[in-house]
T-cell receptor, first 110, second 115 residues
Framework: QKEVEQNSGPLSVPEGAIASLNCTYSDRGSQSFFWYRQYSGKSPELIMFIYSNGDKEDGRFTAQLNKASQYVSLLIRDSQPSDSATYLCAVEAAGNKLTFGGGTRVLVKP | DAGITQSPRHKVTETGTPVTLRCHQTENHRYMYWYRQDPGHGLRLIHYSYGVKDTDKGEVSDGYSVSRSKTEDFLLTLESATSSQTSVYFC??????????????FGPGTRLTVL
């Protein structure tokens, strides 16, 4: 069983709407959680990270963490066509490593 | 952008041949990682390094070896390439460890095809 699960999508949202992406993880000991964005044919880039339960906001992005339920989510407000990409959830694993989910493809339609 | 390059960027090779991919960084970061990315699997860690000559295995290390003789270079070797190793390979670097391990910068990737 994969340790980090994401819906592969595509998640289709109209321009200006909120895109909501979810990620669940299996290791209760994980302490930190990361969201990467990857455009088609490009390398991943870090956009958000969160360590504490609750919400963390950065511009149009909000990360939400619930350790008791073992999920982390990413909200993209006022979605733009330039937000169309694959979003990878990553969870810190013991030994200075990351475990990635399979990614959720987001399509923002004008 | 973080100073990280990968070479070659594209390679086609035949089954059974050895292949070496190079990752070079100019950031003097301690940690370096090799991942492979395949459809439906996201990124999977092959090997990583936490210092010169200090390396460890990731979740998909079978068939791969690595070496790090200098801080700036991390080599990934496929001793005898197989078709199942056809993939996109990404190198990543980080100056952070433990809870901050996820703050990684990725290279542009190498697309490897094994015929």
């Amino acid at each position: 069983q994969k340790e980090v699960e994401q819906n592969s999508g595509p998640l289709s949202v109209p321009e200006g709407a909120i895109a909501s992406l979810n990620c669940t993880y299996s290791d209760r000991g994980s302490q930190s959680f990361f969201w990467y964005r990857q455009y088609s044919g490009k390398s991943p880039e870090l956009i958000m990270f969160i360590y504490s339960n609750g919400d963390k906001e950065d511009g149009r992005f909000t990360a939400q963490l619930n350790k008791a339920s073992q999920y982390v989510s990413l909200l993209i407000r006022d979605s733009q066509p330039s937000d169309s990409a694959t979003y990878l959830c990553a969870v810190e694993a013991a030994g200075n490593k990351l475990t990635f989910g399979g990614g959720t493809r987001v399509l923002v339609k004008p | 952008d973080a100073g990280i390059t990968q070479s070659p960027r594209h390679k086609v090779t035949e089954t059974g041949t050895p292949v070496t991919l190079r990752c070079h960084q100019t950031e003097n970061h301690r940690y370096m990682y090799w991942y492979r990315q395949d459809p439906g699997h996201g990124l999977r860690l092959i090997h990583y390094s936490y210092g010169v000559k200090d390396t460890d295995k990731g979740e998909v290390s079978d068939g791969y070896s690595v070496s790090r003789s200098k801080t700036e270079d991390f080599l990934l070797t496929l001793e005898s390439a197989t078709s199942s190793q056809t993939s996109v390979y990404f190198c990543a670097i980080s100056s952070k460890d433990w809870a901050l391990v996820g703050e990684q910068f990725f290279g542009p990737g190498t697309r490897l095809t094994v015929l």
